[in-house]
């Protein structure tokens, strides 16, 4: 019987099989990424461990290094990750109705991720301050400014018009989609309350 022989290679004490290409690096990079948002969502970051997302993942703890230098870098990583996506899919979605109804859906779809993924808009909470503590100046400045962008290039749309300043309808777009803090505390259901907000604002911010 001939038996299979996998040589290793050590990185900074993560053992990676050396036959590893490129794509299956980045392919347990993004299911890294992945399970690092469910358990964010679900357990939050200090409770996440990186023994537990290895697991998910199939990889030993030592190999986790390999990809990420810390578990904070990864939670980095994951955050931009869904800031970039909602940001694609959003161009994605006004891309195919150049319209006022084009916007309102993609922010009706930046709210529903807010509703799964709570780490997006409670930044305040002890639990995120504490993710926050861990990682350097600049990297705290990019989630904000990446944030910024996203919705500065909504206001760049050839076929709309905005009735206010950019300032003013960056704050309204702001304070609509952090009704999300409060949906608990609502009488109906807060969905019903975001659109019904959403659909008298647009007209009010864009021509």
């Not at 993560?14 to 399970?35: M, S, W």
Request: glycine content about 4%.
């Amino acid at each position: 019987m001939t038996k299979n022989i996998i040589i290793v290679i050590k990185i900074g004490g993560a053992i990676i099989p050396k036959g590893f290409t490129e794509i299956e690096k980045e392919n347990i990079r993004q299911k890294l990424i992945k399970e690092c948002k469910t358990q964010w969502e679900q357990f939050g970051y200090r409770k996440t461990n990186v023994d537990s997302l290895c697991s998910k993942v199939g990889i030993s703890k030592g190999s986790f290094y390999f990809f990420f230098s810390s578990k904070e870098q990864l939670f980095l990583a994951t955050i931009k990750n869904v800031q970039d996506g909602l940001y694609s899919l959003m161009k994605d979605i006004i891309s195919k109705e150049e319209n006022k109804n084009g916007i309102q859906k993609a922010l009706r779809v930046v709210y529903e991720e807010y509703d799964k993924s709570p780490f997006l808009y409670n930044t305040t909470s002890p639990d995120f301050l504490s993710f926050l503590n861990k990682i350097s100046d600049d990297e705290r400045n990019s989630i904000t400014q990446d944030s910024l962008k996203s919705a500065k290039e909504l206001f760049k749309v050839p076929f709309l018009s905005l009735r206010i300043s950019e300032e003013k309808a960056l704050s309204v777009i702001s304070a609509l989609l952090f009704t999300i803090t409060s949906k608990d505390k609502m009488i109906g259901n807060h969905f019903e309350v975001f659109d019904f907000m959403l659909e008298n604002l647009i007209n009010a911010i864009f021509e």
